[in-house]
């Protein structure tokens, strides 16, 4: 990790040295003409050379920085497909993670340490990344606990996109009271006394939580780049060198986008961003669209922060929700007149689209538009667009999408929500959801990603686990072996897919001449370890474009140094973010888990058989519920 001559390196005096050559290393490049290889060398941010020791030697100069992988497994950077990493950087330093906490109990403690730390006006917040089925105690906080923990300190706790749990400070800081009506869409719990309770309810839609969230104080000027640029580093963390930001609701261009932006000037960001544009306002978002058509097109920007569309919504009418803890929304029977004015205004003006769509109903009636369009000419027309969630889509709508030339990006929301999805729809659907094996055996583009970090976490090894086991963090088993996809596949989804979405396939996602030189050195062996253990994997050291922007254990102290985190009350500086991952499992252990986790698989595929009339509902041999998972 220097340099100095490394197993036999010498540097020799050559033109364009490398800035970094990684060596004896388990490199899977996602290139099927050479899949593996041994060594890499990086110049200029572009890879250069890929094989063995006598390929990357001539690359050495006396300036090359060489990392010895230590014979670990070295992945193409991972590139999360629908992350909304400029909303969550703004916010980072400001927020309680719960993500990786393993019950219920540890999380309270954390927050009572917080609200002991955070000086008043300032709230506690816990927004997202985690679900009641991670914990052990398999619950939400109740008020009282959260009044508890914190008497006098504003205390935010958002469950999914489905409730928020405020304690009493919170309400009164929000200024809720009696007289507060509820929200079209929303519910303000409220005892027999009328006063509000502490609970806000998604009735669908979610807007009454991030609404509410919108009270809380927010960071200014330079706080928000430190905050940004700790997300990043967090992001780097786990592998992650590109995303493809979503947008969302309360991200305004331009205003949310300056910091990104400013950074990216600075040359300051260590993730490469695509970003998306999402019309805020009700009523005006041909408008919007319009206005932005005029100012920018897609792949503005560089490979560090480019523009990839419009997106996930176009128009408020045509949205759904992804709430499975209330029936699915019916929408307007009208939207369609407007959506297919947004549409064909971005078609016409080389504009790609992404589109949330958690139902196929929704998805159906987008795409009755599209090929009304398609009969003008407008699908296909080169322009990238795509579905992102798809939970319900059905096969006839996957073949429709095929024709007209899209694509899908899939995320883990499942590995959060399983049980509330189950408890609506049942094993049945819930085992088709999304339909991932089916998209890909129709030659659809799937990207996947997270969708944090308002519900999933941001770690993507959990999505990966989830696309590869089925499992939800509860270790719910949803989707069977039939819906699953294997760990090769899966990362090709996390990286090529991913560059595909931005029109980057050519340069992005592969280790081979002529890419970005964007990798992860990984504690464990993607490939080898047993399937449970995916999920606790992290990056050790994380290169993007040739610059080490993350290393820990033996490469401490080689990654760029960042500044403190400000202000010093904040979480993440106490906490950090994700919690510390558990160690592999012991084999005997192992062994235990696989046999309960076939159990009750066994289980539910027969309940699944037999409310389809495929098996007899006459008693089986006995089920142990010690099995139940």
Known sequence: MST?????LVPQ???????????????????????????????????????????????????????????????????????????????????????????LRQ??????????????GQWVRVVGGWSAEQFAERRLPTVAELNAAAPDTPVFVLHLYQSAVLNRAALKAAGYTRDTPDPRGGQIVRGRDGDPTGMLLAAPS????????????????????????????????????????????????????????????????????????????????????????????????????????????????????????????????????????????????????RLHATYDETIRRDLAVFEKLSAEGLFPAGNRWLFDH????????????????????????????????????????AADAPPVRAMLDRGLTVGAGTDATRVSTYNPWVALHWLISGRTVGDLVLRPPTNRVDRQTA???????????????????????????????????????????????????TVTGGRIVYATAEYEGLDEELPPVNPAWSPVAHFGGYQVSRRAALPGAYQAELLGQAIAESEQHRQWRIARGLAPDAVSTPFDPCFVL
């Open 4 to 8: 100095m001559p490394v197993g036999g």
């Open 491 to 541: 990362l090709a989804m996390f990286t090529r897919a991913g560059a595909a979405l931005t029109g980057e396939d050519e340069v992005k996602g592969v280790l081979r001449p002529g890419c970005y030189g964007d990798l992860a050195i990984l504690s464990e062996d993607y490939f080898a370890v047993p399937e449970p253990d995916i999920a606790h994997i992290e990056s050790l050291l």
């Open 206 to 353: 979610a807007l009454i939580l991030y609404s509410t969230l919108a009270k809380a104080p927010v960071l200014e000027g330079e706080d928000k780049k430190i905050s940004t640029r700790h997300f990043l580093r967090e992001l780097n963390r786990f592998g992650l060198t590109s995303a493809i930001d979503a947008a969302g609701g309360f991200q305004n261009f331009p205003d949310n986008y300056s910091t990104v932006v400013e950074l990216a000037k600075a040359g300051q960001l260590s993730l490469r961003i695509a970003y998306h544009l999402f019309p805020q306002t009700a009523g005006q978002e041909i408008d919007d669209l319009a206005r932005w058509i005029e100012i920018a097109r897609p792949e503005d920007g560089d490979e560090w922060l480019r523009l990839n569309g419009a997106g996930e919504n176009l128009t408020w009418a045509a949205a759904d929700f992804e709430n499975f803890a209330q029936p699915r929304p019916e929408h307007a029977p009208d939207y369609e007149a407007e959506f297919e004015k947004a549409v064909r205004l971005l078609m016409e003006n080389g504009w790609g689209f």
């Open 390 to 429: 798809a939970e319900t889509v059905s096969p006839d709508s996957l073949d429709r999408v095929a024709a007209l030339g899209g694509a899908m990006s899939v995320q883990n929301r499942l590995s959060f929500q399983g049980d509330a999805f189950v408890r609506r729809y049942g094993p049945g659907a």
């Open 107 to 120: 999380g309270l403690e954390m927050l009572r340490e917080q609200a002991a730390r955070t000086p008043k």
């Open 13 to 103: 005096a050559v033109d364009d040295a490398a800035d970094l050559v990684v060596r004896n290393a388990k490199i899977h490049t996602g290139d099927p003409g050479r899949p593996h290889a041994e060594a890499l060398a990086i110049h200029d941010g572009v890879i250069t050379a890929v094989g063995d020791d006598k390929d990357v030697a001539p690359h050495i100069g006396a300036d090359t920085k060489v990392v010895d992988a230590l014979g670990r497994r070295v992945i193409p950077g991972l590139n999360d497909a629908h992350l909304h990493v400029i909303r969550g950087g703004l916010n980072y330093v400001l927020e309680l993670r719960w993500d990786g906490v393993r019950s």
